[in-house]
């Protein structure tokens, strides 16, 4: 039976050295005594140690993909220079900066040391690491090519991640236009407007019919502004909670999302570049098709690939062929059923899949650069139509009584 490990704790320490100067560091250890011992060994007087507060944990230092990505390169470099699995954790601990990753790490050391194999201490972190993760850790682990492993994960996330941000900047970009906007006008109206409509007052004339349906949309924003404000910010919750708790309305945004003019191609594309990447990189792993095909399914980042490709996995359980369980629900193009296909004939499926990937991770990234370069025209003339439209309701009434004198 093995012993249990002892609780680790990070400690700074600040000291004195042999040369009279002051130094510092973080230490992790059982307990502080350990630490003033362990650095007299080292020749330095301490002369304040505390114990790091915990809570840095929970605020401003969430682990993200990058933390993940820069974790597995590490490793994968001392492994591979024949540094022990544990010194290795134990070095990139020292290394760390944000408490969050500390505190994981060695929690993952501590667990290894006491005999726990890496892909089971990593899995006790499911929303750290992912099953795709933790699968492919584990083929590195029993086969004896770890730090094969690790790279080859740290190299799928860095593309997995890049392709992540081209969607947002792509996504973003007329959320932000569209927001800009309605601040504009939402401005004018309140603020602007309301100067003109106290001069309008003296002309003693009927207004002109936009002037006037201007005239009245200030009128309403300025006495109803918190309920507009107030229904918009109701509104996002309300989808958000619905699509958090409603797989069905999830679903139907999901099928919605991929029919939008321009931004449905850009999803699809998407959803099939990483739903290769996906599957390439865990089935050259040696991981079965069948558990290679649900991170796939879910790495799609979309919900209706992720309905479609559980099903292909369903069928290819029951010992259909990849190629023919994909054409099914006519979803994939055709290039990459037919891709596919070779692959499986060849015996180099991997390798089709990695083609797949980089030819559509290509057809994203092009497509993003094309709608940047026309967005930014676009903000121009939706900024000019909202801006001029109320000017020119603003002044047609001056316009007139110039006409009239």
Known sequence: MKKKANKVYSFNWEGVNSRREKVKGVM?????????????????????????????????????????????????????AGVPVVQAFSITIEGQ??????????????????????????????????????????????????????????IYKERMETLKNKIKKALYYPVFVLLIGMGVSALLLIKVVPEFE????????????????????????????????????????????????????????????????????????????????????????????????????????????????QQVREDVSTGQQLNFAMRNGRLFPTMVNQMVAIGEESGALDTMLAKVADFYEEEVEAMVDNMTSLLEPMVIVVLGVIVGSLVIAMYLPIFQMGDIL
């Not at 409603?246 to 029919?259: C, D, I, Q, T």
Request: charged share 20%; hydrophobic share 45%.
């Open 198 to 309: 106290k001069m309008f007052a003296g002309f003693g004339a009927e207004l002109p019919a936009f002037t006037q349906l201007v005239v009245n949309m200030s009128r309403f924003m300025q006495e109803w502004w918190y309920l507009v404000l107030g229904a918009m910010v109701a509104a996002v919750y309300i989808i958000l909670m619905m699509k958090k708790r409603s797989p069905a309305f999830e679903l139907r945004l999901s099928h919605l999302g991929l029919r939008l003019p321009v931004i449905g191609q850009l999803l699809h594309k998407s959803a099939v570049a990483r739903f290769a990447r996906t599957l390439s990189t865990s089935f050259a792993a040696g991981v079965t098709l069948v558990d290679s095909l649900e991170s796939a399914g879910k790495a799609s980042g979309s919900l209706v690939y992720n309905r479609h490709v």
């Open 28 to 80: 992790d250890a059982e307990d502080i005594n350990f630490v003033r011992a362990k650095l007299r060994e080292q020749g330095i007087n301490p002369k304040r140690v505390r114990k790091k507060s915990s809570l840095s944990f929970s605020f401003g230092d969430k682990i993200n993909a990058r933390d993940i990505t820069l974790f597995s390169r590490q490793l994968a470099t001392m492994i591979k």
């Open 97 to 154: 900066t944000k408490a969050s990753m500390r505190n994981l790490l060695i929690d993952l050391r501590d667990q290894i040391s006491a005999g726990t194999p890496v892909a089971q201490a990593l899995r006790r972190h499911p929303k750290v690491f992912d099953e795709l993760f933790c699968s492919l850790v584990e083929a590195g682990e029993n086969s004896g090519t770890l730090e094969t492993m690790l790279e080859r994960v740290a």
